[in-house]
C-alpha cells in the first residue's frame, strides 16, 4: 500500500489508536510519521509498556472490533490464535458476570479473540509497519505545534529526540493527528496559542479495577518464580465506595480469583492456588 495525495501526516502517539490512525492514513499520504515516547522497536508481547498503564488489565477483542481490524489488517485474528490468543462465541463460550448476576449462555455467532494488550499492541504495529510510506520515530518527546506566523493553522509539530545530542526539530507541512490519549497535551498547546481551552467532561464518581492471575503452588515453582497464566479475573467498581480485594496471596484474593471458574473460594485456595500477580488502577473523577 502507498498513499497518493497529500504529502505528510505526523500520529502523535504510537498505542493502538495511533496505530489505526497510520494504517488508514497510509492509504492517502505519501509519508506518515508515527511518534511516541516509549521505545517500541524491542517491545515483548508479554510485557505492558510504561505509557498504557491500563495494559495489565484483562483485554479482549468484541466481535465489531475484531470484525473492523480484519478489514484492516486480514488474518490478524487467526495470526493472535495461532500465538496462542483464545477465541470463541461471546455467549456461547464465556461466562459473564454483572453485579453479581451470571449471564445466559447461548450461541450468537459472535467471535470474541481475548488477546493481552501488549500482545496486540505488538501484532498491530508490526502489520503497519510493513507499509512503506509508514516510519516510527520512537524514543521521542513532542514539544508543541508548529503553526502558520499568524497562529491560524497547524503545521506541524516540533520534536525532540532522546538520542544522545539531538536538537529540537520541526516536521512542517503535515497533518497532525493526536492519539496520545488522556495524557494528551493538545489543549495546552492550543492555550499557549492563544486559544481557549475545550471543556473537560469527567464521570462523577471514582473507579477501580483489580486484575489477579492465580497458579498453582509446586515444589518445583518457587512462590516468588513469575510463570504465564492461563486464568485472569478482574474486579472493577465505580460510582461508589468500593475496597478492592485485600493483597495478593491471601485466601480472599485467591477465591475472588478463581470461584468464578471453579469451585467455591475456600476450595480454591485450599487446593494450593496463589495469586501470580495482583495490578490495581484508579480512576478519580
Known amino acids: 500500500m502507498e498513499g497518493s495525495g497529500d504529502a505528510r501526516a505526523v500520529v502523535v502517539g504510537g498505542g493502538?489508536?495511533?496505530?489505526?490512525a497510520a494504517r488508514v492514513l497510509a492509504e492517502r499520504y505519501l509519508?506518515?510519521?508515527v511518534l511516541d515516547r516509549d521505545e517500541l522497536a524491542h517491545q515483548d508481547p508479554g510485557d505492558p509498556r510504561r505509557g498504557v498503564?491500563?495494559?495489565r488489565h484483562i483485554h479482549a477483542l468484541l466481535p465489531r472490533g475484531r470484525q473492523l481490524l480484519e478489514e484492516l489488517f486480514p488474518g490478524l485474528t487467526g495470526q493472535l490464535v495461532d500465538a496462542g490468543a483464545p477465541s470463541g462465541d461471546?455467549?456461547?463460550?464465556?461466562?459473564l458476570h454483572l453485579s453479581g448476576h451470571r449471564f445466559a449462555r447461548a450461541h450468537a455467532d459472535l467471535c470474541t479473540?481475548?488477546?493481552s494488550r501488549p500482545r496486540l499492541e505488538v501484532a498491530i504495529r508490526a502489520r503497519v509497519r510493513e507499509l512503506p510510506n509508514v516510519t516510527f520515530a520512537p524514543a521521542c518527546d513532542v514539544l508543541g505545534l508548529a503553526t502558520t506566523p499568524d497562529r491560524r493553522r497547524v503545521t506541524g509539530v516540533r520534536v525532540l529526540r532522546r538520542a544522545d545530542g539531538s536538537a529540537g526539530e520541526a516536521l512542517?507541512?503535515?497533518l497532525v493527528v493526536d492519539?496520545?490519549?488522556r495524557g494528551s497535551r493538545t489543549p495546552t498547546w492550543l492555550h499557549q496559542l492563544g486559544y481557549e481551552q475545550p471543556p473537560e467532561e469527567r464521570p462523577a464518581g471514582d473507579g477501580c479495577s483489580v486484575t489477579t492471575r492465580p497458579r498453582p503452588r509446586t515444589a518445583s515453582r518457587p512462590s516468588r518464580t513469575r510463570s504465564p497464566s492461563r486464568t485472569s479475573v478482574e474486579r472493577s467498581g465505580r460510582g461508589r465506595p468500593w475496597t478492592p480485594p485485600p493483597p495478593s496471596g491471601s485466601p480472599r484474593a485467591c477465591g475472588a480469583a478463581t470461584s468464578a471458574c471453579a469451585g467455591s473460594p475456600t476450595d480454591c485456595y485450599r487446593s494450593g492456588?496463589?495469586?501470580a500477580a495482583s495490578t490495581r488502577s484508579t480512576v478519580r473523577g
Not at 493502538?16 to 489505526?20: P, W, Y
Open 16 to 20: 493502538i489508536g495511533g496505530l489505526l
Open 113 to 115: 479473540v481475548s488477546v
Open 90 to 95: 461471546l455467549l456461547g463460550d464465556a461466562r
Open 273 to 275: 492456588t496463589r495469586c
Open 172 to 174: 512542517d507541512d503535515a
Open 53 to 55: 498503564p491500563q495494559g
Open 179 to 181: 492519539a496520545m490519549g
Open 31 to 33: 509519508d506518515v510519521r
